[in-house]
C-alpha cells in the first residue's frame, strides 16, 4: 500500500496485510467524520444530533419512537434519550404521546429542526463532494459493497 497511512500514524511496518487494510480504513472514517464533525459544531450540535434530525425529516410529519431512531442511527448511541432531551431543549424536535399506546413518545422534528437541516445541506453536500473526488464511482460501489460485507450480518 502507499504512504500515507505510515506517514498518518508513522508506523513503518504492519503485522500484517489485514492489520493494515484495517487502520486504512479506521483512519479514513476518522478523517471524514472529523470533517461532518465540523460541519455539525459550526451549527452547535453534534453529528449524533444530526444523524438524529436527518432521520426524523425522512419521518416528517409522523416522527419515531426513541427506540426506533436508537435502530436507524449511523452510529449506535449510548443515551439517544439524552441526545434527544438536548435536541428538544434547542427546539429542534418535539415529544409527544402516541395516541395508540400512550406509554410509548413518539419524536417529531420540528420547523425550526427542518430549517437548520436545510442550511446545512450546502456544506454537508461540500463534504459528499470531497469524498467524490477522491473516490470514482466504480471505487464507491466497491466500497459500499466492501463495508456492508463487513457489518452487513453482524445486525
Known amino acids: 500500500m502507499g504512504q500515507a497511512l505510515k506517514n498518518r ?10 492489520q ?15 470533517r461532518v464533525d465540523r460541519v455539525c459544531a459550526s451549527y ?12 426524523l425529516k425522512g419521518k416528517h ?4 419512537p426513541r ?24 427546539g429542534l424536535v418535539e415529544r409527544a404521546r402516541s ?11 420540528t420547523r ?3 430549517r437548520l437541516i436545510k442550511s446545512m445541506e450546502p456544506q454537508m453536500e461540500k463534504v459528499y463532494a470531497y469524498f467524490s473526488e477522491r473516490v470514482s464511482l466504480r471505487d464507491r460501489r466497491e466500497l459500499s459493497r466492501i463495508c456492508e460485507g463487513l ?3 453482524a445486525e
Open 112 to 114: 425550526a429542526g427542518l
Open 61 to 64: 410529519p409522523e416522527g419515531y
Open 20 to 34: 493494515e487494510a484495517m487502520l486504512n480504513l479506521l483512519v479514513a472514517a476518522d478523517h471524514l467524520r472529523g
Open 67 to 90: 427506540c426506533e431512531i436508537s435502530n436507524r442511527m449511523i452510529e449506535k448511541a449510548p443515551d439517544v434519550t439524552r441526545l434527544i432531551d438536548r435536541l428538544e431543549q434547542q
Open 44 to 55: 452547535n450540535i453534534t453529528s449524533q444530533q444530526y444523524n438524529v434530525l436527518r432521520i
Open 151 to 153: 457489518y452487513g450480518e
Open 9 to 18: 500514524i508513522k508506523q513503518d511496518r504492519f503485522d500484517n496485510p489485514v
Open 99 to 109: 395516541e395508540e399506546d400512550r406509554r410509548l413518545s413518539i419524536t417529531r422534528i
